[in-house]
């Protein structure tokens, strides 16, 4: 099992940049696929980004893509998303999740997850 811990959440107005950063506890980080969803108020938890075991590839999300880009740190065991042009839509509870099971990234499942980082754009 592994836990994680996010950071970097704040307010900030659109058209601005935030980092989220995710820290796991297991130097094992690196056999887990690595991922970030997001859960805006009275809405259902949506898939936001992911990244394969090596780092190779990733995987965004449509509503994402071309703004926010993740990467991970093997050697620090940490996982990054870094936000780019901000939308007031972007607005939600932003949580790490670890695969532990699946290979393609299309099919990204969160086996493990972290607490949330709370990230709200302003208009």
């Known amino acids: 099992q592994v836990q994680l811990v996010e950071s970097g959440g704040g307010l900030v107005q659109a058209g601005g940049s935030l980092r989220l950063s995710c820290a796991a506890s297991?130097?094992?980080?690196?056999?887990?696929?690595m991922g970030w969803f997001r859960q805006a108020p009275g809405k259902e938890r949506e898939f936001v980004a992911a990244?394969?075991?090596?780092?190779?590839?990733?995987f965004y999300a449509d509503s994402v893509k071309g703004r926010f880009t993740i990467s991970r740190d093997s050697a620090e065991n940490t996982v990054a998303l870094q936000m780019n042009s901000l939308k007031p839509e972007d607005t939600a509870v932003y949580y790490c999740?670890?695969?532990?099971?699946?290979?393609?990234?299309?099919?990204?499942?969160?086996?493990?997850w972290g607490q949330g980082t709370e990230v709200t754009v302003s208009s």
């Open positions: 297991r130097p094992t980080f690196r056999w887990y696929a």
């Open positions: 999740a670890a695969d532990a099971r699946r290979f393609r990234l299309e099919s990204f499942q969160g086996d493990y």
């Open positions: 990244i394969s075991r090596s780092g190779s590839s990733t």
